[in-house]
């Protein structure tokens, strides 16, 4: 080889060493960045790659009847979720997930739409409760569908579906604004919170604290270990103050009626029944309730959402002749044995106001006009009073504003003065309206539940009490955390003397032989008590059919209220079925079939036997 040859030879080969050597260089200080300097930065994000954080829900706290027995609990509920950045390419295991389990891809897909902002790592839920098919075949499957769980969690149950609705209330999921109010510590996005009812009211006790699980999972999202575990909290459990037998029996008296039975303890203020007509199932709630499902209850004329106990204000009728009466015997206007006629109609200026009983109930004092409740004497005694003196005795019977019970959305009624009738519609009270008002018509409005704190209140000797819901507040392990005590908002603005005649009047009733409740009387035990009819429009004849029938929304409201026994009440009931025209046929056998149940409970009277019941030897 020539020299020349020789030296292009080598520096070619320097060449080739110098630039693998360059190469080498590069690569090493490439590794070394890596490996050395952002070594401990890669190996944080590969553990984030497999390491996971779980959340765990809390088990919702458990709710009671006053005897213990279980209104609501949880069941365990599968529910579909699935992790995004394991799930890759998304929309094609969103499809074959949807052909396994029928989910239509467009709900998977606004769910997922909903949650953008979270991190990609994070569950998204596609559809709480999947039957146990839909479980079976995604398990089955589930080497098809990365980035899909199904983890189990508790799920509400309201053991008697529609019974006590209203009162227990229902779950529904918190929204954007409600979690940024900061009221609801450790609740998220998804996560379900009371909404209406005890649910509601009592969301702090109920509501547990969520744990948590660190887990480890394979590249498809799958769980490998479990690595750390931080226990749940369960809520606490509620005991309420209703009696669960006893609000069986009134809801299925109110079965195909629009109506409120308010059954009440008057010695401490407990609420025995809050039953409310028509009612829905909170079940239905659980989830989310179906756009067709809600048009329909908000549809309905009967108001099935409406706690008519609390929110249902009604004209009370000639329950309201016992605050008549207490004002009368108060102010001096009639005693026990003032006497008015009635000859069934009373001229007051030009007008004719007429009794429900057309022709006349004769000469009466005020025991038999509170029996046979006779309109023209309290007209009288209404009229000598005047609706100023009628208002300021309503007010101080708790009528006309909120009770104050734990509830929400608690209506006040109305008890109208002239005042307020100037305020309102800018012109001078008239003294014949005086005459609608001291019956109860008019623009008297009340609810059941006022009447039954009212009733309840005459039953005692005039104390008035907070009606309240909760009777005591427990943790899991049966430890109290609250015991709630009564509580004493008032008393009647009446002396006992009052009182007495008035309870006496009240007696006769049922008790008299003329009563207007005397069918409801129960061996053993005498009830004190009082109908009313309320009307609902001023009638003319062409609203009676030709067989003389009305219309039902244009029928009567039926009322009656009463306490048991009467010497010694332990219960006290107010009772109004919508367009029930006879407070005498239509409620009083409803509080009738309570009262009795209820004694019997206590051991006051014996235990009726029931068709088909025998003794046994």
């Known amino acids: 080889m020539k020299g020349c040859d ?22 090493g200080a490439r590794l070394f960045y890596l490996q050395v300097i952002q070594g401990e930065d890669f190996r944080r994000l590969s553990k984030n790659n497999c390491i996971r954080l779980k959340s765990v829900e809390a088990s919702r706290g458990l709710i009671y009847d006053r005897n213990g027995v279980l209104l609501v609990d949880n069941r365990p509920s599968f529910d579909l979720s699935i992790v995004p950045k394991d799930a890759v390419p998304v929309d094609q295991t969103l499809e074959i997930l949807s052909d396994f389990t029928q989910i239509p891809v467009v709900e998977m897909k606004a769910r997922i739409d909903a949650s953008k902002g979270l991190s990609k790592y994070t569950p998204i839920l596609l559809e709480k409760g999947i039957t146990r098919d839909q479980l079976a075949v995604v398990e089955a499957h589930s080497f098809d569908l990365p980035g899909v769980l199904v983890s189990v969690e508790p799920r509400r149950n309201y053991i008697f579906n529609k019974s006590s609705a209203h009162l227990l209330g229902y779950l529904g999921q918190i929204n954007c604004d409600e979690l940024e109010t900061g009221k609801y510590p450790g609740v998220r996005g998804g996560d379900s919170i009371g909404r209406s009812g005890a649910e509601k009211v009592f969301e702090d006790h109920l509501r547990g604290q969520r744990g948590g699980r660190q887990v480890e999972v394979d590249a498809s999202g799958r769980l490998v270990r479990v690595i750390n575990t931080v226990d749940s909290v369960p809520g606490k459990n509620i005991f309420l103050t209703i009696d669960n037998k006893l609000q069986q029996i009134a809801e299925n008296m109110l079965q195909d009626k629009a109506g409120a039975v308010v059954a009440m303890d008057p010695s401490n203020g407990d609420i025995l029944v809050m039953a409310s007509s028509p009612s829905f199932d909170q079940n239905d709630f659980i989830g989310g309730i179906s756009s067709k499902k809600w048009k ?29 009466a207490i004002a009368g015997l108060e102010e001096g206007v009639v005693d026990l044995n003032t006497r008015h006629y009635c000859s069934g109609q009373y001229k007051f200026g030009n007008r004719i106001y007429r009794c429900w009983k057309r022709w006349g109930h004769g000469e009466l004092d005020l025991l038999g006009a509170i ?12 009229e000598a009073l005047g609706v100023d003196t009628l208002a300021q005795y309503a007010n101080g019977c708790g009528l006309g504003k909120v009770t104050g019970i734990e509830l929400e959305h ?14 309102r519609y800018g012109v001078a009270w008239q003294p014949g309206e005086t005459l609608s008002i ?19 209140a005459i039953g005692n000797g005039g104390t008035l009490y907070r009606p309240r819901i909760l ?21 009647l603005p009446a002396g006992k003397k009052t009182l007495d005649i008035v309870r006496k009047g009240l007696l006769d009733v ?17 009830i004190a008590g009082k109908t009313g009819t309320a009307q609902v429009f001023s009638l003319k004849k062409k609203d009676r059919d030709n067989d003389g029938q009305l219309d039902y929304r244009l029928r009567d409201h039926a009322w009656f209220v009463c306490y048991a026994p009467a010497e010694n009440p332990m219960i006290a009931l ?12 239509t409620a009083a056998p409803v509080a009738g079939a309570i009262v009795r149940a209820y004694l019997e409970e206590k051991g006051i009277i014996e235990t009726t036997k029931q068709a088909g019941e025998e003794d046994h030897v």
């Open 471 to 491: 009777k005591a507040i427990k943790t899991t392990d049966n430890e109290i955390i609250e015991i709630k005590k009564p509580e004493i908002t008032g008393g």
């Open 574 to 585: 107010s009772i109004l079925i919508e367009h029930g025209e006879h407070g005498s046929s």
């Open 438 to 456: 001291a019956i109860g018509q008019g623009f008297d409005l009340v609810t059941p539940l006022q009447m039954a704190v009212f009733t309840a």
């Open 371 to 382: 029996e046979k409740s006779c309109d023209i004497y309290f007209y009288k005694v209404g």
């Open 296 to 324: 329909k209850l908000l549809a309905d004329p009967d108001r099935p959402m409406s706690n008519k106990c609390i929110q249902g204000e009604y004209p009370p009728a000639s329950t309201y002749k016992i605050l008549t």
């Open 510 to 526: 049922v008790q008299g032989d003329r009563g207007t409740a005397r069918g409801i009387r129960i061996k053993g035990v005498e």
């Open 410 to 423: 608690e209506r006040p009624g109305l008890i109208p003065t002239s005042v307020w009738k100037k305020r």
């Open 6 to 27: 020789r030296d292009w030879l080598k520096r070619r080969l320097m060449g080739g060493a110098l630039f693998m050597l360059i190469a080498f260089a590069v690569l």
